[in-house]
């Protein structure tokens, strides 16, 4: 069984740009939670997602991001126009329910220059 | 405000030394808990979990774990440490019928010296 994979493992990109992010949670997971770590700092919660719904969203900034979870396909957290400050590594994590332990990807290690 | 406070950032202990890292929880539900580890570059590997039962938890490579309600904390111990224990511990916290959002401390960086 597979674990959760994210790609790219290292995005970068130019400030302005869109970066877009990808999560496949593990095989029978329905629940998908993005976090980001800045630099010298633990995980922060972002969103929390089922199959085509968003269930929390709370710490999601309020503009130029967004996360989706398709029916078919993987998980996607976007960023538009990035600019310095989201320069993190963003961690996808999934769980079979909302009360279990959650497995994480390696991580997206963004980049803005 | 629900919070995580590992109080150290970064510990050294010497290879075959035992090891205790420490966790306090500020949550008003009944909490979950877990440790992870993070090798430089990697993702987060699970340790250990709480969710109810005995208080105190075993865990992968070794590592335990109490819970004392009393004391809001969740500290994880090593009886040994060995150098490829070397590396950076989250405490997180998540609750029953909560969503699943995790809380996670800010990390204990872990050196071992030969």
């Known amino acids: 069984n597979a674990g959760v994979m994210q790609n790219p493992r290292h995005l970068v990109r130019r400030r302005g740009q869109e970066a877009r992010l990808r999560c496949s949670p593990m095989?029978?997971?329905?629940?998908v939670y993005w976090y980001r770590q800045l630099p010298e700092e633990g995980l922060k919660f972002m969103v929390y997602?089922?199959?085509?719904?968003?269930?929390?969203e709370s710490g999601m900034p309020k503009e130029r991001f967004s996360a989706e979870f398709p029916k078919e396909g993987p998980s996607i957290l976007r960023i538009q126009q990035v600019v310095r400050g989201d320069s993190a590594a963003y961690f996808c994590a999934s769980s079979p329910t909302s009360d279990y332990e959650q497995y994480f990807g390696p991580g997206t290690r963004l980049t803005v220059t | 405000a629900q919070s995580v406070t590992q109080p150290d950032i970064h510990i050294t202990v010497s290879e075959g030394a035992s090891l205790e890292l420490r966790c306090n929880y500020s949550y008003g539900a009944t909490p979950y808990l877990f440790w992870y580890v993070q090798s430089p570059g990697q993702g987060l590997q699970l340790l250990l979990k709480?969710?109810?039962?005995?208080?105190l938890v075993q865990g992968i490579k070794g590592f335990e774990a109490e819970f004392k309600r009393s004391q809001s904390s969740f500290n994880l111990r090593k009886p040994s440490v060995y150098w490829s224990d070397a590396a950076e511990y989250f405490c997180?916290?998540?609750?029953?019928?909560?969503?699943?959002?995790?809380?996670f401390g800010q990390g204990t960086e872990l050196s071992v010296k030969p």
């Open positions: 997180a916290v998540g609750a029953y019928n909560q969503g699943g959002k995790l809380i």
């Open positions: 095989k029978g997971h329905s629940h």
């Open positions: 997602l089922q199959k085509e719904n968003i269930i929390d």
């Open positions: 709480y969710f109810s039962g005995d208080t």
